[in-house]
Every structure is written in structure tokens, then in C-alpha cells.
């Protein structure tokens, strides 16, 4: 249920979706069987084209209603539509604006409320996320999680908490990143490094892994403690000022390192930062320094890709099969890369996952507001990767690490998860295959 409209038209005059964008839109439908909440319902309105239609009805003044939040609401933000499009329909630019105006518009119930600031005042936050760890890592060990889990009591009681509980990795201690650390060898570029907020809290040893790499790959890593959240979250759903808020910080803490790259090693983070220069340009005072960060955002694949190898890579005898988050793949372009540098590990073999263009349904914070659904794209994702026979399965999202993991164990699948980096680091310590079966 959806709380009551504030009335008016449905959107102001501060960065409405665009009605030229909104034209762009033939109406072909060649992006419905790639969208997952099409897939799920088949409902026009929950369709990329059904979406469009109805910002198209709120720029020419109908007022914003229930039904037509709820189908914004569900969009994943998955993209999948922008790579179908063949009009070069800029979906991702009009849901953006749209999911502002929401934001700023309609009043939700005091449940949505709730949920929402819970969440937001949670996982834009490391240290936040990061007090977590001890009290889940006893609840994890103590036995009480499988107790939990046997009773069955959760999911009926509370969907949203078994959610979480059932998405969160199993945690082990790794310690802090240092605040440098020095190329090996020749040095080919200094990176600045976004070490994020779940990735930080739930997956240091994907951090870990990444300074190695990039170290052995010939560059100084700057890693200031201080960095906060990039405001991926808050601008993927409507919450333009705090993400502004965000973007300044940490641009501030990163403007005077000297870095020629800025690298990071989260999807769904990687494409919100290439689009600083959109989110802070009606900024005087940090447009251009928004533009100038912008241009030095790497995703990790794509900065290794550009670099080329230099470390000697050690044979993996391993079966992988690499998912394609969908801000990477959709939202970035980027799918050559990681499966290139995959497939220079000798020893390694690839195996493609069937329908990969449709998201996992974790899609940042949507599997925790929409439960059900998000737990039957899971589902679809992991029957697939299991399909592979596979034993690793490879991505660059912490959110699909958990979510596929998560899908994988209900169906009593075996498979283990790592990220691209954590691969490319066994290579060249040569740890062998093994060392990530665990
Ligand atoms: S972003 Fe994803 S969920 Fe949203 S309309 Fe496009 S394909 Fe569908
Ligand atoms: S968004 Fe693109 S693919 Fe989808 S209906 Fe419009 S023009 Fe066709």
C-alpha cells in the first residue's frame, strides 16, 4: 500500500524526465523480454516502454498516482533495457529524474518510511556497516543462524530481515588496507582506490585482493581512510541531494592525491562515479572538479584491460563462469574486459551463463525493499549458473556475490563465488585453483 500523492501535476520544473528523451521512445518493445520485471509479471506498466508512457503522462500533467510510483518503485535499475534499445533510448538518465521527483513528491506510508531511512541510514555508512560484523560474525558461529534457518519462522515473520540475514557472506577478520602501497616493479599510474561500503564491511578480502593486483600490475595505490560513500544508493533511488553530498566529499578527499586513475571494484559504485559530472553540474563550485574526477573513474577490469598485463600470470585449473553485474555490463559497457583477463590465466576454462542480460534481482538495495520478487530472480540466476557446471562463478558486485550465493544455497546448489580480482590475484601469487574452492 502507497501513501497519499501531495496532488498537483506529477512532476516540477527541477530536472523532470525529459520529454525529448521521452520521445525517443518508437514503442518497438524490443526491450520487454529483456526486462526482469517484465519477465516477472508481463505487465505493459512494468515494462520499460510502460514506464516511459507514464512519465510521458507526467510531464503532460497528470498528477502522480499511486499505481504509477509503484511501477516506478519496481524498476531494478538494471539497464538491461538501454542495452536493447536500438532508438539509443537514454532509460537510465529518465528513471533517474523520475525516481527524484518521487522522492521529493509523494508521501509514502510510515512502514515504507521506516524501512527506507533504516536502510539509509545503514549502508551509505562503512563504519556503520562495519559494527555489524561482530555481532554477525557471533551469530553466525555461535550456531544460532542455523537454528534460526531450521524453524522456518523468519521468512513468515519478517521477509525483509530474512532477507538480509539470508544475503549475508559468511564474515571472516581481515585487516584494515594501508593508506599506500607501492607499486612492484616499474610504476605505470597511481590509483586512488574506493574501498565502498559493503564491499569494505562484508568483502575486505576483495579489497585486499585488489591492492595486490594492482600493485603487482605496476601501481602506487592511494587508499585514504577517511573516503565515505560514493552515493551509488542514494542516487539510484532519488535521493539526488544526499548523493551530491556524498560526490563532494569524495572528491575532496581525493582531489589533492595526485592520482591519474581513480579505480574501483563495484559495479553498481563504478557507474554512479562516471556520472559525477552529470549529478553535480548545476554546481558552480564543483562542476569542472566533478568533470575532471569523472574522467579518471576506472572500473577495475577496464584499468588493468588499458594497462595490460605485466605480472606473470600461474595456471588456475578451474571451470569459471562469469556473471555480468548489470552495472558493469548494462550501465558501463564493460564485458570484454573481465573475460579477457580471465581467459589469459592458463589453465582456466569460461562457460557463458544462458539469458545474462537479465538482472539477479539484487540490483542494490531492490532485493531488500522487494523481498519475493528479487528471491524468484535469484532463483533464475543461480538455476542458470548452476546449469553451467561450473565451480567458480567470477563477477565484480558485491550485491550478486550475495545474491546469487544466497539463491545457490536454497537450491542446494554448490558452486563458489569470488571476484574478478580475487581470480587475478591467485594467478599471480599462485595459489592454485583450490585456494578459492573454499
Ligand atoms: S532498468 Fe531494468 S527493470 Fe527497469 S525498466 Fe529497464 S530493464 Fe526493466
Ligand atoms: S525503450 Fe527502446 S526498445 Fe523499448 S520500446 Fe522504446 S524504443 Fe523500443
Known amino acids: 500500500m502507497l501513501g497519499p500523492v501531495s496532488g498537483g501535476p506529477a512532476f516540477d520544473d527541477d530536472h523532470p524526465p525529459a ?37 510521458n503522462q507526467g510531464v503532460s500533467g497528470e498528477p ?23 532508438s539509443g533510448v537514454k532509460y537510465d538518465r529518465l528513471i533517474e529524474d523520475t525516481r527524484a521527483q518521487v522522492e521529493r513528491r509523494h508521501t509514502r506510508t510510515p ?37 534460526v534457518a531450521r524453524s522456518g519462522l523468519l521468512p513468515r ?5 530474512a532477507t538480509l540475514e539470508s544475503l549475508a557472506p559468511k564474515l571472516r577478520g581481515v585487516p584494515k588496507p594501508p593508506r599506500r602501497v607501492a607499486a612492484r616493479g616499474r610504476r605505470r599510474a597511481v590509483v586512488g582506490m574506493l574501498t565502498g561500503c559493503v564491499q569494505s564491511a562484508f568483502f575486505p578480502d576483495v579489497n585486499s585482493a585488489t591492492v595486490r593486483v594492482l600493485a603487482a600490475e605496476g601501481c602506487d595505490v592511494l587508499i585514504p581512510p577517511s573516503q565515505g560513500c560514493c552515493g551509488a544508493l542514494s ?5 539526488r541531494d544526499e548523493a551530491q553530498r556524498f560526490a563532494r566529499k569524495l572528491i575532496d578527499t581525493f582531489e589533492s592525491t595526485g592520482m591519474d586513475y581513480f579505480v574501483v571494484n563495484a559495479a553498481g559504485c563504478g557507474s554512479s562515479l562516471k556520472e559525477y559530472d552529470t549529478l553535480l553540474a548545476d554546481d558552480p563550485a564543483y562542476a569542472a572538479k566533478a568533470a575532471a574526477f569523472t574522467a579518471k ?19 588456475l585449473e578451474l571451470t569459471v563462469a562469469y556473471h555480468d553485474a548489470c552495472h558493469l555490463g548494462h550501465a558501463q559497457g564493460i564485458r570484454t574486459q573481465p573475460r579477457s583477463l580471465l581467459s589469459e590465466i592458463p589453465g582456466l576454462k569460461l562457460h557463458e551463463i544462458a539469458e545474462p542480460e537479465i538482472c539477479c534481482g539484487s540490483a542494490g538495495i531492490w532485493n531488500v525493499l522487494n523481498p519475493a520478487p528479487a528471491a524468484s530472480l535469484g532463483d533464475m540466476k543461480a538455476r542458470n549458473v548452476l546449469a553451467t557446471g561450473a565451480s567458480l562463478l567470477v563477477t565484480a558486485n558485491p550485491g550478486c556475490l550475495m545474491q546469487i550465493a544466497a539463491a545457490a544455497q536454497r537450491q542446494g546448489g554448490r558452486i563458489a563465488l569470488a571476484h574478478t580480482a580475487q581470480v587475478l590475484d591467485a594467478s599471480i601469487r599462485n595459489l592454485g585453483g583450490d585456494a578459492l574452492l573454499h
Not at 526486462?35 to 512519465?55: F, K
Not at 542516487?235 to 535521493?239: P, Q
Open 19 to 55: 520529454k525529448d528523451l521521452i520521445a525517443d521512445c518508437v514503442h518497438c518493445g524490443f526491450c520487454l523480454p529483456t526486462c526482469p520485471t517484465y519477465v516477472l509479471w508481463g505487465a505493459e506498466a512494468d515494462s520499460p516502454r510502460g514506464r516511459i508512457y507514464l512519465m
Open 157 to 161: 515473520l519478517a521477509p525483509t530481515l
Open 111 to 147: 512502514r515504507e518510511r521506516a524501512l527506507r531511512t533504516a536502510v539509509f541510514a545503514l549502508f551509505p555508512y562503512p563504519r556503520r556497516l562495519r559494527l555489524l560484523r561482530g555481532p554477525l560474525r557471533a551469530y553466525q558461529s555461535s550456531g544460532l543462524q542455523k537454528l
Open 235 to 239: 542516487v539510484h533511488n532519488g535521493r
Open 297 to 315: 573513474v576506472r572500473d577495475l577490469a577496464e584499468l588493468l584491460h588499458e594497462l595490460g598485463p605485466v605480472a606473470p600470470r600461474h595456471p
Open 64 to 86: 502522480l498516482s499511486d499505481s504509477m510510483v509503484e511501477h516506478f518503485d519496481a524498476c531494478l535499475g538494471c539497464m538491461s533495457c538501454v542495452t536493447a534499445c536500438p
